[in-house]
């Protein structure tokens, strides 16, 4: 599995024109190589010069993006000072990444049959075991963080941090996913009922932490 800055210009466009038609409304069984081509702007060719299926195609596409939105989420929380501005962070990525993005990648990875699912984890089981320690050495950032700040009781272990944290962020993903569904515009930016519904889940994280 390659880094997302080892994939070349020309993969990086064909990973990229699989999501341009599937925001134009296609679905994955429906593509062709050569409907992924001209998406990307090169020749068909071109394409079997990278990959030599579409199945290929897919299967390293769904690991790019993930790895992107990793690395996206890792400088996103990095940059933050303190415990509740992280949280906030997290929470502004969670919204960001289901009206932009989460969909397309979601339809990427649904379109993999099961032994397309076992090859990508073969394959790519450094990444995944890479972005699980990523996110393991996050949690213990942001625990002793708010362990720094007196916001985590004396008695909440790392364990129980992370239950209450990815428990609640799950909780706000759902309801996120609700307001999206039912919202003409589709635009929870600065919408009273996002800035609601983020103060609620800060509130609930630290009171379950003391």
């Known amino acids: 599995m390659k880094l997302v800055n080892e994939y070349s210009k020309k993969e990086i466009s064909i990973f990229k024109g699989i999501m341009d038609l599937l925001n134009q409304g296609y679905r994955i069984h429906e593509m062709k ?16 010069e990278y990959f030599a299926t579409k199945e290929e195609i897919i299967r390293q596409a769904v690991s790019y993006y993930v790895y ?4 996206r989420f890792t400088a996103l929380i ?15 990525y969670t919204v960001d990444m289901l009206e932009n993005r989460f969909s397309s990648l979601l339809f990427m990875v649904l379109d993999l049959g099961h032994s397309d ?13 890479e972005i699980r320690s990523g996110v393991l050495e996050h949690i213990e950032q942001m625990y002793k963080k708010g362990k720094e700040e007196k916001l985590i009781g004396k008695n909440v272990a790392v364990e129980d941090f992370s239950l209450v944290v990815y428990g609640i ?10 307001l999206l569904d039912t919202r003409k515009d589709k635009n929870l930016k600065n ?15 630290l009171k379950a932490l003391k």
């Open 33 to 48: 190589v050569a409907d992924i081509a001209a998406a990307a702007g090169i020749g068909k060719g071109t394409v079997y």
């Open 68 to 71: 992107e939105e990793y690395e």
């Open 78 to 92: 990095s940059n933050q000072r303190n415990f509740r501005d992280i949280i906030a962070q997290i929470m502004d």
């Open 117 to 129: 699912i076992k090859q990508l984890i073969s394959e790519d089981s450094n990444l995944f075991t």
């Open 169 to 178: 962020i799950a909780a706000f993903t759902n309801e996120v996913i609700f």
């Open 191 to 205: 919408s009273d009922d996002l800035s609601e519904l983020k103060e609620r889940a800060v509130k609930l994280i």
